[in-house]
């Protein structure tokens, strides 16, 4: 692995990076409540949001880079238009810490996860709830829509995958999805938003129908417990990072168990 652009203007630990859809921009953010804007290839900080009056605990930006969802420690959200450094709204929507916030791939519409235990679902030009589903008693650790906005799925403490639909008014989760025997650590959609792909503890990876809430497949072989995954662009092949620094990668058209290994990398 070879280091391309080490950049260094941030004296507090970094809680999030992100790249932008574009790859020409990156987004950092500290906990003391400070966002970054950086340019991939300059190499120099292009934007600073304003420090916060309570520390973040999560951030997300649009798919085109001109607007950044914050969620903070004591349960507020807020909006900000990047390039002008503004404000756009701001409201209290959990009663705990917010652990995700994420956009659709439109930006009309954005979503939190709490310490709560719920998922909001909110209009972004306005930050009113659309509506607050109902999910664990425990934390709500991720969320994240479907490529085609249909759907939303986020990842609780109790290790179990719960998927919504962001149409209509129910509050209910359409669907609870579990492993038998591990908890569930993250998620991601495939490309065409038909399948969810969930790591497990046991290192194994679970593989749902999004619509019927089926078991597709499970891809064994890991030997320490996984903590991410994601497709590839065209949905053939499913990476899998694990808590020792590895990853391997699950193949090809049905994620039959062809497995590739690399060490010393995360996905």
């Given at each position: 692995?070879?280091?391309?652009?080490?950049?260094?203007?941030?004296?507090?630990?970094?809680?999030?990076?992100?790249?932008?859809?574009?790859?020409?921009?990156?987004?950092?953010?500290?906990?003391?409540?400070?966002?970054?804007?950086?340019?991939?290839?300059?190499?120099?900080?292009?934007?600073?949001?304003?420090?916060?009056?309570?520390?973040?605990?999560?951030?997300?930006?649009?798919?085109?880079?001109?607007?950044?969802?914050?969620?903070?420690?004591?349960?507020?959200?807020?909006?900000?238009?990047?390039?002008?450094?503004?404000?756009?709204?701001?409201?209290t929507h959990h009663t705990g810490?917010?652990?995700?916030?994420?956009?659709?791939?439109?930006?009309?519409?954005?979503?939190?996860?709490?310490?709560?235990?719920?998922?909001?679902?909110?209009?972004?030009?306005?930050?009113?709830?659309?509506?607050?589903?109902?999910?664990?008693?425990?934390?709500?650790?991720?969320?994240?829509?479907?490529?085609?906005?249909?759907?939303?799925?986020?990842?609780?403490?109790?290790?179990?995958?719960?998927?919504?639909?962001?149409?209509?008014?129910?509050?209910?989760?359409?669907?609870?999805?579990?492993?038998?025997?591990?908890?569930?650590?993250?998620?991601?959609?495939?490309?065409?938003?038909?399948?969810?792909?969930?790591?497990?503890?046991?290192?194994?990876?679970?593989?749902?129908?999004?619509?019927?809430?089926?078991?597709?497949?499970?891809?064994?072989?890991?030997?320490?417990?996984?903590?991410?995954?994601?497709?590839?662009?065209?949905?053939?092949?499913?990476?899998?990072?694990?808590?020792?620094?590895?990853?391997?990668?699950?193949?090809?058209?049905?994620?039959?168990?062809?497995?590739?290994?690399?060490?010393?990398?995360?996905?």
């Open positions: 692995m070879i280091t391309l652009a080490p950049a260094q203007a941030q004296d507090e630990p970094i809680k999030q990076v992100q790249f932008s859809a574009s790859g020409q921009k990156i987004l950092s953010c500290d906990v003391t409540g400070r966002v970054y804007v950086w340019s991939m290839h300059a190499e120099f900080l292009t934007n600073l949001m304003r420090r916060y009056a309570d520390n973040i605990s999560s951030c997300a930006m649009s798919n085109d880079m001109k607007l950044c969802l914050v969620g903070c420690n004591n349960g507020r959200v807020m909006l900000w238009d990047v390039e002008r450094r503004e404000s756009v709204w701001e409201y810490r917010v652990e995700a916030v994420a956009f659709n791939s439109m930006r009309d519409m954005c979503a939190t996860a709490g310490a709560d235990g719920r998922i909001v679902l909110l209009f972004s030009d306005s930050g009113k709830q659309a509506n607050s589903y109902i999910g664990a008693e425990e934390p709500m650790m991720t969320v994240q829509f479907s490529p085609d906005d249909e759907r939303l799925a986020g990842c609780a403490s109790d290790g179990k995958l719960y998927l919504y639909q962001t149409a209509g008014s129910s509050r209910k989760p359409k669907a609870v999805l579990r492993s038998n025997i591990a908890r569930i650590n993250n998620h991601v959609w495939s490309p065409n938003s038909k399948l969810v792909a969930g790591s497990c503890s046991d290192g194994t990876m679970m593989v749902w129908n999004a619509s019927s809430g089926g078991i597709h497949t499970v891809l064994e072989g890991a030997a320490a417990g996984a903590t991410c995954c994601g497709f590839d662009l065209i949905g053939k092949l499913l990476a899998v990072g694990t808590v020792l620094g590895e990853w391997r990668t699950h193949g090809s058209v049905g994620l039959e168990n062809t497995q590739i290994w690399g060490l010393g990398a995360t996905v």
